[in-house]
């Protein structure tokens, strides 16, 4: 008995040791995006209805360095209780953006305008990864693809 549990401990320090070294790399690149001023890399954010302020929300690479450029398509959804032009305006425009050899983020940015929203409508906007040219992981790792988009609220104050 003393020798099979020997046995099984040997074999799982093993298993265990052999499994994976300290100094190998995670070589597994994805685009994710957040809120520039944001450590905690919510999915969501708000602005206030009276705010005059510019926002950055930044498409992140996070990779070993490229050899070639990585282009990130993404949607910008706005919601059915805003309007561009009254509630914001957008600084960064297009679709695309560029990452070129040595450059890991590339930032959207948004000016809010003051304007109170209704309510019972969405006052959402929503920055949405959709591919990548390289085939990147969009989000991070794993299923749920946590931070492929991030969505701001607009509400009152």
């Known amino acids: 008995m003393i020798q099979k549990i020997g046995f ?20 597994h690149p994805f685009v994710y995006i957040i809120q520039a001023d944001d450590n905690s890399y919510a999915a969501t954010s708000t602005v206030s209805s009276q705010a005059t302020v510019v926002r950055t929300y930044n498409i992140c690479l996070s990779s070993k360095e ?6 990130v ?3 910008f ?8 032009g009254v509630d914001f305006e957008r600084m960064t425009t297009g679709s695309q953006v560029v990452f070129v050899p040595g450059v890991y983020s590339m930032p959207i940015r948004i000016r809010w305008l003051p304007n109170e929203v209704d309510t019972s409508k969405d006052n959402t906007v929503t920055i949405r990864i959709e591919n990548t040219n390289l085939g990147f992981t ?3 790792p794993g299923p749920d693809q946590l931070s492929r988009q991030h969505t701001i609220r607009k ?3």
């Open 8 to 27: 099984i401990l040997a074999v799982a320090t093993a298993m265990l040791l052999s499994s994976c070294e300290k100094d190998e790399p995670y070589d």
């Open 66 to 71: 490229l050899t070639e450029n990585l282009v």
């Open 73 to 75: 398509d993404y949607s």
């Open 77 to 84: 959804t706005v919601g059915d209780g805003l309007k561009a």
């Open 138 to 140: 969009i989000g991070f």
């Open 155 to 157: 509400i009152n104050m």
